[in-house]
């Protein structure tokens, strides 16, 4: 059995802004799969150019695995509600989009682009979705004293999940309308979102399955020894106890760089663990934006 190949079908979307990042965590998926694990990966995006596609495929060469980009015109999401400083646009919307997308599979994994991938994911993608939308990772208790997040009161979900690792049950999903339901959710809540796709699969979602934290590691709680003094263990510590977290954080698949001190790729001094990786992608997809430099420029970290 453990020579029996397991081909797994990952999703990313980003933009042109975002291809430094997007090639760092692709390097590490592909880095850190077992010999026996195939990825079909496949970027959605709305104007990334054809030259950039072609570095991005030569990253795939001689390995077991492949990669696919597809365009997703913006204005499918024209009337869904954004952030006004441009840094989350239309595009956060498309992960929700992937049971559509592609049909021929019947689970899918969705991964954010501002993190690495430290292990594989074949347990992942072979969790038990029988009953659920889909697995994510659990952030709050899903109330009216939540800390980060928004509480909606027509979320019936006891927990509150974070979309940066998504496992679709696909099937599942296009039996339910669960797209439909996605444009539902925009259109009724519109303004009141506001961590957007976040928002939305939660509402949209009847049943989500929680998947260990290890999942979803914050950076504040990977690097730091002592993590109780994050601002996200204010709200995780009602979830996991401190030996829980401990645990997990040794266990890293995903380490997510949410929240404070911001992406790594704009430390003044780039965390080892990232940069091993960002040292790997071809030299033509480390690019930097204007944003990038203003803000590795007066990085405090």
Known sequence: MENTVSKIPVV????????????????????????????????????????????????????????????ISKEKFKNAPINKHGSWTEIVYYRLLIPELLPQYDKVIYIDTDAIILGDLT????IDLEGYDCAAVAMEKNNDKMICHKYFPENKNDLTYIS???????????????????????????????FFDLDTLNIACDSIKPLPYRYGVFQSIYYNDDFKGSFEYSFLKNIYSDDELQKEKENTIMLHYAGRPGKPWRFKKVPANYKQYLDKIPKSLKKYTFRDLRKKLFSKV
Do not use: C, W
């Open 164 to 194: 940066s690792f998504i496992i679709f049950n696909s099937k599942k999903m296009r039996q339910d309308n669960f797209v439909n339901k996605v444009f539902d959710v925009i259109k009724t809540f519109n303004d009141r979102l506001k």
């Open 123 to 126: 347990e992942a993608y072979n």
């Open 12 to 71: 990313f979307t980003f933009d042109k802004r975002i291809i430094l990042a997007g090639a760092v965590i692709i390097q590490s998926l592909i880095d850190n799969a077992k010999s026996n694990t195939q990825y079909d990966i496949y970027v959605y995006h709305p104007d990334i150019d054809d030259k950039t596609i072609l570095e991005y495929k030569k990253m795939v060469e001689n390995t077991p695995h492949s990669i696919t980009f597809e365009y």
